[in-house]
T-cell receptor, first 114, second 110 residues
Framework: SQTIHQWPATLVQPVGSPLSLECTVE??????LYWYRQAAGRGLQLLFY??????ISSEVPQNLSASRPQDRQFILSSKKLLLSDSGFYLC?????????????FGQGTRLTVV | EDQVTQSPEALRLQEGESSSLNCSYT??????LFWYRQDPGKGPEFLFT???AGEEKEKERLKATLTKKESFLHITAPKPEDSATYLC???????????FGKGTKLSVIP
């Protein structure tokens, strides 16, 4: 069966510090991968998605970037965090191609920028 | 632009008191409508996918239905462990992006 791992679960970082959140998927090949952010009282906002290694699409201009160095690894980064980057970050995957529609989420990372 | 509106924002039920959650949507070419359950501090857990009007799916005390404009999540005889936030999302034609509603926070009181 497929599983998704996301870490760390909680992170407190000072303003101006770098960020690296990692997500890996097991039990499937060529998944579509996603990074979402969830703010209190708001719906999930898609930040980045990837349909293959090195292929990243950005949905929202911001202080963040994403990379996919391996087929089942997705990384969310920032060079300098802002207070507004605080939130609950979720990684998700869906099956390869355009016909597989369900997305499955990791357990999330609570990021607090202080 | 795809849009999803969920109502009510919050719902308190007595244990055993059945009710329904609503998800209204506008989308260009619906490829799927999804229901998720999210517990506090956790990632959303996938429940159902509905693809076309008239479709219904069931899982334990939950039943999801779909029309051309909205979906309902019916909860029959809920238990306290059904307390969670329920999220609805749609996937439109030509898109990889799920559009989520803000969710309905369900509290089931013993």
């Amino acid at each position: 069966s497929q599983t998704i791992h996301q870490w760390p679960a909680t992170l407190v970082q000072p303003v101006g510090s770098p960020l690296s959140l990692e997500c890996t998927v097991e039990g499937t090949s060529n998944p579509n991968l996603y990074w979402y952010r969830q703010a209190a009282g708001r719906g999930l906002q898609l930040l980045f998605y990837s349909v293959g290694i090195g292929q990243i699409s950005s949905e929202v201009p911001q202080n963040l970037s994403a990379s996919r160095p391996q087929d089942r690894q997705f990384i969310l980064s920032s060079k300098k965090l802002l207070l507004s980057d605080s939130g609950f970050y979720l990684c998700a995957w869906s099956g390869y191609g355009f016909t597989n529609t369900e997305a499955f989420f990791g357990q999330g990372t609570r990021l607090t920028v202080v | 632009e795809d849009q999803v509106t969920q109502s009510p924002e919050a719902l308190r039920l007595q244990e055993g008191e059945s009710s329904s959650l609503n998800c209204s949507y506008t989308v260009s070419g619906l490829r799927g409508l999804f229901w998720y359950r999210q517990d506090p501090g956790k990632g959303p857990e996938f429940l159902f996918t509905l693809y076309s009007a008239g479709e219904e799916k069931e899982k334990e005390r939950l039943k999801a239905t779909l029309t051309k404009k909205e979906s309902f999540l019916h909860i029959t005889a809920p238990k306290p462990e059904d307390s969670a936030t329920y999220l609805c999302a749609v996937l439109g034609a030509g898109s990889y992006q799920l559009t989520f509603g803000k969710g309905t926070k369900l509290s089931v009181i013993p």
